[in-house]
Nanobody, 125 residues
Framework: VQLQASGGGLVQAGGSLRLSCAAS????????MGWFRQAPGKEREFVAG????????YYADSVKGRFTISRDNAKNTVALQMNSLKPEDTAVYYC???????????????????WGQGTQVTVSS
């Protein structure tokens, strides 16, 4: 599967952005989907994940209550709605697909099999 992330940009603190990830192929609904981010000089970190149906979602503590992950299997897309953005949310954001059955929100990047190219999110103070 190929993933294409989009929607990044520059926003002021307190603002919102919506990231989208489009997937190719007919097996999208079989994959758990995750969003990760990587800030300069830092390791890639888990942000949010959604199960194959979207019925189970998982969040890093740092984004709970501010970010919402959702997916549309009919359109092969997964989105990350980011509200109340903070300067520390500045990073390159990646979408990723995990083909392991019964996705359980793994926070380990090595558990994901496919990655998008990343989209830059910059939050100014």
């Amino acid at each position: 599967v190929q993933l294409q992330a989009s929607g990044g940009g520059l926003v002021q603190a307190g603002g919102s952005l919506r990231l989208s990830c489009a997937a190719s192929g007919r097996t999208f609904s079989r994959y758990g989907m995750g969003w990760f981010r990587q800030a300069p000089g830092k390791e890639r970190e888990f942000v949010a994940g959604a199960s194959e149906s979207g019925g189970r979602t998982y969040y890093a503590d740092s984004v709970k209550g501010r970010f919402t992950i959702s997916r549309d299997n009919a359109k092969n897309t997964v989105a990350l709605q980011m509200n109340s953005l903070k300067p520390e949310d500045t990073a390159v954001y990646y979408c990723a697909a995990d083909r392991t059955p019964y996705y359980s929100g793994s926070t380990r990047s090595e558990d994901y099999d496919y990655w998008g190219q990343g989209t830059q999110v910059t939050v100014s103070s």
